[in-house]
């Protein structure tokens, strides 16, 4: 009789511990933001000059976060040998974005600037 009390309190506690998970899970859920894409890309050959691009701002967005960091959620996607960076000068985060690249170094080189967009506050 006292091992099938243990047991009917183990499983109620463990019932309510994943209800618990459920109800926070929904929650997280609830505040997260879906984020949309955009991005700019180009090619350049061996020894080309440097080049860039502008990521298109999509209107009434805002640049998203990393998730748990104040960081612009951005990617650079490179191949060849060439240095490529996010503009300090042509870039202020919330009206344009620019990505540049120094001269090619190898046969080719290309490259995609890409950056998440927190589009949730547009009125619909």
Known sequence: MRHMKCWSFLLLMTISMCSLLET???QHMEYSHATTE???SFGMAKGEASQSCRVPFPPGCLVADV???GKPWTTISKGGKTFCRFDDKATDWKTKITGSC???KSDH???Q???RFDCSQQSH
């Open 24 to 26: 926070a899970r929904a």
């Open 67 to 69: 998730p748990g960091t």
């Open 102 to 104: 120094g001269r090619c």
């Open 113 to 115: 600037f890409s950056v």
């Open 109 to 111: 080189c290309s490259v």
């Open 38 to 40: 955009q991005a700019c």
